[in-house]
């Protein structure tokens, strides 16, 4: 059985950093792609920043180029979102997924992907 454990979240100051980190296990066969998504209170889920299987594609919502990276350990089978200049806006539960649709690679909707980490709360404070 596939499991995505998120963990890393907590609460920061606007300006500040934080990295969280998503182990992968029970994969016999490593994704296509897999993500980082994000939803606050009363809004969507919303695509954050997405890689693919060669960690070598990435896509970043527009929200976060230029402050997120998304990147990954393969041996260790870790998906990591280094988050930078924190805004409270960033506020949110951030989640980790996984698919192996190939339309759907490095894709930052949600509808894609069919595996789900239980998410890990990210606050930033102004």
């Known amino acids: 059985q596939v499991q995505l454990v998120e963990s890393g979240g907590g609460s920061v100051q606007a300006g500040g950093s934080l990295r969280l980190s998503c182990v992968a296990s029970?994969?016999?066969?490593?994704?296509?792609?897999m993500a980082w998504f994000r939803q606050a209170p009363g809004k969507e889920r919303e695509g954050v920043a997405a890689l693919d299987n060669g960690g070598t594609s990435r896509k970043y919502a527009d929200s976060v180029k230029g402050r997120f990276t998304i990147s990954s350990d393969y041996t260790e089978n870790v998906l990591y979102l280094q988050m930078g200049s924190l805004q409270p806006e960033d506020t949110a539960m951030y989640y980790c997924?996984?698919?192996?649709?190939?339309?759907?690679?490095?894709?930052?909707?949600?509808?894609?992907?069919?595996?789900w980490g239980q998410g890990t709360q990210v606050t930033v404070s102004s």
């Open positions: 029970g994969y016999t066969v490593r994704p296509l792609s």
């Open positions: 997924a996984a698919t192996n649709s190939w339309s759907g690679r490095w894709s930052l909707s949600p509808g894609w992907y069919n595996d």
